[in-house]
């Protein structure tokens, strides 16, 4: 979870749908202040989009560009597809012809992917998303504000606390670990009760 330096939790979906909003219709802004981020449609909202681009508190952020998804298709099917089995090679040649043919348009690759019963549709889903908070981890940065990586765990299991605690040791994990495991051990045989 990334926040502002004031501990203020940033949108961090927010950031995401906003990379991949590709529609051209929105623009969106992140606040500085309050770590929310905006949506403006720019046909009808003008007047309040001049005043969001003009405010420092505001800052806009830009869709990731077509030719950066492209590059990450590619580098997913040359990872996965390339040298797989011979349906996966044969998928990768269908999507590279298919991507020669349209230049270089994932509109046309896409469906081919999510068509295949192989279920790569997944892995590139994950890919891509990986991609996407990179890509968003980049231009946090470049914001400089102070804005910080804090651990979230999300739930109250012993590894969790120890990870919040920031660095630890092999031997650490390993009790927690073992804490863990005996905790578990314990709540199934309360449950089995």
Not at 29 to 39: E, L, M, P
Not at 182 to 192: A, E, G, R, S, V
């Amino acid at each position: 979870m990334f926040t502002l330096s004031t501990g203020v939790p940033i949108d961090e979906e927010g950031i995401v749908t906003a990379l991949q909003d590709y529609s051209g219709n929105n623009c969106y802004f992140f606040d500085t202040i309050s770590g929310d981020v905006g949506v403006v449609q720019i046909k009808t909202e003008n007047k309040i989009l001049q005043k969001l681009v003009k405010d420092p508190r505001y800052k806009e952020v830009p869709p990731i560009a077509e030719s950066s998804q492209i590059e990450w298709f590619n580098e997913f099917a040359d990872t996965f597809l390339k040298e797989g089995n011979k349906k996966e090679q044969l998928l990768y040649k269908k999507i590279i012809v298919v991507l020669a043919e349209n230049n270089d348009s994932l509109q046309h690759a896409i469906p081919i992917l999510d068509k295949s019963p192989t279920g790569w549709i997944h892995g590139w889903s994950q890919w891509c998303f990986d991609e996407v908070c990179g890509v968003m981890e980049d231009w946090l940065d470049s914001l400089n504000l102070g804005i910080e990586d804090v651990f979230d765990g999300d739930c109250d299991c012993e590894l969790c606390k120890l990870f919040a605690k920031g660095e630890y040791t092999l031997g650490d994990f390993n009790e927690a670990a073992k804490k863990q495991a005996l905790k578990d051990k314990n709540n199934d045989t309360i449950i089995k009760l």
